[in-house]
């Protein structure tokens, strides 16, 4: 356990000292949202039914952005052999990680959707759920995404490759997500796919960090 | 009395066969040079000892245990040093070492900065390392956790003289602790009673060849 809070610990200091990785990826986001009043028009009923849709696509293109980075940095430098060779699983390793990309970039894009339902003039009543499923779903979005960001590791254009992989993959979380902010919106209950979204995240959570770390031993031999 | 031996030790590399019916045998306070030309397959020697990659044929043992059977014991046991000196750039020499060290009981980060001599540079971010401070560091990363077995590939590599007698001095005082090491290098290193491993003398050799 110590050891897993000492990998959370340092990789948030990386993040935090570089700084603008996280910043990066909320302006990604913000901008991919900003673009489509000018896409689509700037008509209030076509934006506020679109916008649960808008704003999840453009957290999980924002997700998509950062998963790259999750594993190559330390593959690059030596220390994932290092990492591997430390006596702790390389799974709690991954885990690890896995949490600070969360922490680093899943978090920041929830504090930010507000204010993006906000221009979109999304109804007040979908704030709370969709804030409610993006905390379901962005760890979800991490740990699918780890595996496809380990499964990279020494491939050439490996950015491409890892949205071909992940992206698909994405599509179940991007559903019930967008359709529980749909629901309470249009006046019905969204329990339902706030329980498909749990199970989504704790099957990931059961599954994603062992598929991770065999894959990142694979890229490592 | 803890033994390392590998025996009849198969590698092969990207579908090339580097090495093969490789023993070895490494006893407390016992030293292996590795030696060879490149490509000869030192490299990926250690990397067999350190269970990064699992031999073709052939096992690894400590204590006559596979170390496949028990990865995280092995992994208490050896320090690892690779091509790539992992110092990261945004953060200082000391918080490096100090994450490195975050897995053992007890460490002394100043001692293993000393010992190398890097001991000013603590508080300098590792951007600003020199190649030569840098492997120094990595070097000290080895002495923040105790474990019986280095495997140190190439140490030697972008170090001044200094540092080579410190890395000399580092390893006789581990041995006299009963530790063993594991190395490969070009450079003459000066570790007295350390056994001698040429791999250019196990060709791997394969019967039905074309």
Request: aromatic share 8%; glycine share 10%.
């Amino acid at each position: 356990m110590s050891g897993f809070l000492a990998m959370v610990r340092r990789d948030l200091s990386l993040a935090f000292r570089q700084g603008m990785d996280s910043m990066i990826v909320v302006m990604f986001f913000v901008l991919v949202v900003v673009l489509f009043p000018f896409g689509v028009g700037p008509a209030p009923n076509i934006l506020t039914r679109i916008a649960p849709g808008v704003i999840w696509v453009a957290a999980l293109l924002a997700v998509m952005l950062s998963l790259e980075r999750l594993f190559q940095t330390d593959f690059e430098d030596g220390s994932l052999e290092l990492l591997a060779l430390e006596p702790r699983s390389l799974e709690m390793t991954v885990l690890a990680k896995i949490c600070t990309h969360w922490l680093t970039t899943g978090l920041p894009l929830i504090i930010a959707s507000p204010l993006l339902a906000l221009l979109l003039g999304m109804g007040s009543k979908g704030y709370p759920v969709l804030i409610g499923a993006l905390l379901l779903g962005t760890p979800t979005l991490s740990l699918i995404g780890a595996v496809g960001a380990a499964l990279i590791l020494g491939a050439r254009r490996g950015g491409v490759l890892l949205s071909l992989l992940v992206l698909p993959l994405f599509i179940p979380t991007l559903i019930f997500g967008v359709s529980a902010v749909d629901a309470v919106l249009t006046g019905f209950s969204y329990k339902a796919q706030f329980l498909v979204l749990g199970a989504f995240l704790l099957a990931s959570l059961a599954l994603a960090p062992w598929a991770a770390a065999a894959a990142v031993r694979q890229a490592l031999e | 009395m803890s033994i390392f031996s590998g025996e009849s030790l198969f590698c092969i590399r990207a579908a090339r066969p580097v090495f093969g019916g490789l023993d070895f045998a490494l006893r407390e306070g016992g030293a292996l040079v590795l030696t060879g030309p490149n490509g000869s397959g030192k490299s990926s020697l250690l990397r067999l000892m350190a269970g990064l990659s699992p031999p073709a044929a052939g096992r690894l043992s400590w204590d006559g245990e596979d170390i496949a059977d028990d990865r995280q014991g092995h992994n208490e046991r050896i320090r690892y040093l690779g091509h790539l000196d992992p110092v990261k750039p945004v953060l200082s020499v000391a918080e490096n070492l100090s994450f490195w060290a975050a897995a053992a009981e007890e460490s002394d980060i100043p001692a293993a900065l000393a010992a190398f001599g890097i001991g000013p540079l603590a508080d300098v971010p590792g951007r600003y390392l020199s190649a030569g401070q840098k492997r120094r560091v990595n070097l000290a990363r080895i002495l923040v956790r105790i474990s019986p077995l280095w495997l140190l590939d190439e140490p030697t590599t972008a170090l001044d003289k200094d540092a080579v007698g410190m890395l000399a001095d580092v390893i006789a005082a581990h041995r006299a602790h009963g530790g063993m090491v594991a190395l490969s290098t070009h450079a003459e290193l000066g570790i007295p009673g350390a056994a001698s491993l040429d791999l250019s003398d196990f060709p791997a050799f394969m019967e039905d060849a074309p």
